[in-house]
């Protein structure tokens, strides 16, 4: 049985699955953490990629690899290539006032949206280049070429032959803000308005085209950020939608057509499979739990029965989880709120529903948003650490006001990555057959739109972090 490996760098730690590449059955595993914080040495990403594949058996008898992992990183080579500064992560929001910058000089955010299919917020890869020209000049003039997490990963994969063999893939590269999914083509003008010069970039391989080989003769496929990897796990079609709360909270779907949402709301990427993936992502999802339950001295587990045991709406008492400032709604410098404090709702039980139910309510809004620009909703699927919490399965219907499929708790990021690696080594037309999906479970509960109503009259009252 020829098998295949997928692997997914997340923000927080490497994760690999070596699978059958005819029957998806996963066959081995690894994992191993990143350091924390927003701007890290892209070295920490490889060195836990070699513990994870260490731990998931090696990699030897694998005919084919993908990459998946964290969108939009700036990982800036020199000519020589190594790596000029620390990546600036996709939840690093330094570069907010260079986004401004940026969408003011092309001539505000429609003309943005209409270019690359998103509004320029601090996330994304672009603002961070301009970031890097105005606060590192010489940081700045050093850049020959600017790759991407899984990007870099891939090419060190390969043996890192030259800059000129970098490869990526159309999901990761619409969320550069220099690719453009209508044209499938980059805006070198604009990387050029934001860094200042020219620089070389990853060649973007289609969907199932190998590009290279790994230093062990395995087929290298074109990888995806995470978010088009998990819905190639999924099966992900038309109607369907895609919940992650991991370090981001991520609404997603499929669409056959690109999005250019001038609100921002809304991010028009690519998918992994050659069609669309409009996006809505939020700094705020699995940490909002880790929070709570440290500030509760609890664990997942006793935060989840804390949660269960309050009421729905938790008697007025609703946390705004803007920890990490927020990306969606774009408002890089709030911090978190908690609002109707009073005698009757000041319990853990209170404040560990208020904590569940204002992470779930900020991706409600995202999925608004995605219905606002005509994305068909009918089945959801929630993925990613956060949905291993009960709290979060059983309350998620409620606030969604749709049933919700849990697909079995898993490395989707990673399992999508293995499926393109599959479906590169099968030369088939379509991915093989695996589905994840088949084997959700399926949480239904009642609508409860006063919980979302009470959220959104306090959404906007947020604090703002001290400059
Ligand atoms: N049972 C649980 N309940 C709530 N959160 C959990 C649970 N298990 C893991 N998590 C959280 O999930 C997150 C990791 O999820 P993951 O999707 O791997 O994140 P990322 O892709 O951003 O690295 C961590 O913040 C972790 O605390
Ligand atoms: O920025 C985005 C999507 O636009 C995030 O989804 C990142 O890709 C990081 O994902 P996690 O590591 O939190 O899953």
Request: charged residues 20%; aromatic residues 4%.
């Amino acid at each position: 049985m020829p098998l295949v490996a997928g692997v997914d760098s997340s923000t927080q730690s490497s994760k690999v699955v070596v699978r059958d590449a005819e029957t998806g059955a996963l066959v081995r595993s690894g994992r191993a953490a990143h350091p924390d914080g927003t701007s890290v040495d892209p070295r920490h990403w490889w060195d836990a990629l070699q513990s994870a594949i260490q731990e998931a058996g090696g990699l030897d008898d694998v005919e084919a690899v993908s990459v998946g992992g964290q969108q939009h990183g700036m990982v800036a080579l020199d000519a020589s290539g190594e790596v000029v500064r620390d990546a600036l992560l996709w939840n690093d929001t330094r570069s907010a006032g260079a986004a401004l910058d940026l969408i003011d000089e092309l001539g505000g955010p429609q003309a943005w949206a209409d270019a690359v299919g998103s509004v320029p917020v601090a996330s994304l890869t672009v603002t961070k280049l301009r970031w890097l020209r105005d606060a590192e000049p010489d940081n700045a003039a050093r850049v020959a070429a600017v790759a991407l997490p899984h990007d870099w990963l891939t090419w060190r994969l390969s043996g890192a032959a030259g800059l000129d063999t970098l490869v990526t893939d159309r999901s990761d590269a619409s969320g550069t803000g220099y690719w453009s999914p209508v044209d499938e083509g980059y805006r070198r003008d604009l990387l050029e308005l934001a860094l200042g010069h020219d620089a070389q970039l990853p060649r973007v391989l289609g969907p199932s085209e190998s590009g290279l080989r790994s230093s062990a003769g395995a087929l290298l496929g074109p990888g995806a950020g995470d978010n088009a990897a998990a819905a190639l796990a999924l099966g992900l079609g038309p109607g369907d939608v895609a919940v992650s709360i991991g370090t981001s909270g991520v609404v997603s779907a499929i669409s056959s057509a690109p999005t250019a949402d001038g609100s921002g709301l809304v991010t028009g990427f690519a998918d992994a499979t050659g069609a669309f993936l409009p996006l809505a992502c939020t700094l705020n999802a699995s940490r909002v739990l880790d929070a709570a339950a440290r500030m509760l001295g609890v664990d997942h587990a006793g935060l989840s029965s804390l949660a269960l045991s309050a009421p729905a709406g938790a008697e007025g008492l609703v946390l705004v989880p803007y920890l990490e400032g927020e990306r969606t709604p774009n408002k890089p410098d709030a911090t978190g709120a908690l609002h109707g404090i009073r005698l009757a709702n000041t319990t853990p039980a209170h404040l560990a529903r208020a904590a569940v139910e204002g992470m779930l309510c900020a991706l409600a809004d995202g999925l608004d948003a995605l219905k606002a620009q005509g994305v068909d909703v009918r089945r959801l699927f929630l993925v990613g650490g956060g949905a291993q919490s009960q709290a979060v399965r059983e309350i998620a219907p409620s606030v969604f006001g749709l049933p919700v499929h849990v697909p079995t708790p898993g490395e989707y990021v990673a399992d999508g990555a293995a499926r393109q690696a599959a479906w590169l080594l099968s030369g088939a037309a379509e991915p093989p057959a695996w589905s994840a999906a088949a084997a959700a479970e399926v949480h239904e509960a009642p609508a409860t739109p006063e919980v979302r109503e009470q959220y959104a009259a306090v959404r906007e009252l947020t604090g703002v972090r001290p400059a």
